[in-house]
């Protein structure tokens, strides 16, 4: 099993910045990618961005050049930088973790775009 708990959400104006932290615990030495999905009210989850155990990274394309995922040397915790943000950003954002057999999800954060 793993647990993932996400950190970082909250609200910031237009063209602002926020930074999302995810740890992950339990059976992390079976975890291969990991990465963030988001849902905005009404609208399915969708991927962010993912990044593998290789350091190999994939972005939606609404956040390429503005967002950066990155996974720390202990490969226990992934996070999201985000910059530029705009209100359609607005969603919470959910930390993954994909293993051999299993997909984990944490509970999520908001991230609220407004001004």
């Known amino acids: 099993q793993v647990q993932l708990v996400e950190s970082g959400g909250g609200l910031v104006q237009p063209g602002g910045s926020l930074r999302l932290s995810c740890a992950a615990s339990?059976?992390?030495?079976?975890?291969?990618?990991m990465g963030w999905y988001r849902q905005a009210p009404g609208k399915q989850r969708r991927l962010v961005a993912t990044?593998?155990?290789?350091?190999?990274?994939n972005y939606a394309d609404s956040v390429k050049g503005r967002f950066a995922i990155s996974r720390d040397g202990t490969e226990n915790t992934v996070s999201l930088q985000m910059n530029s943000l705009q209100p359609e950003d607005t969603a919470v954002y959910y930390c993954?973790?994909?293993?051999?057999?299993?997909?984990?999800w944490g509970q999520g954060t908001q991230v609220t775009v407004s001004s």
């Open positions: 993954n973790a994909l293993s051999y057999s299993s997909t984990y």
């Open positions: 990044i593998t155990r290789n350091g190999n990274t």
């Open positions: 339990g059976s992390v030495f079976s975890i291969y990618t």
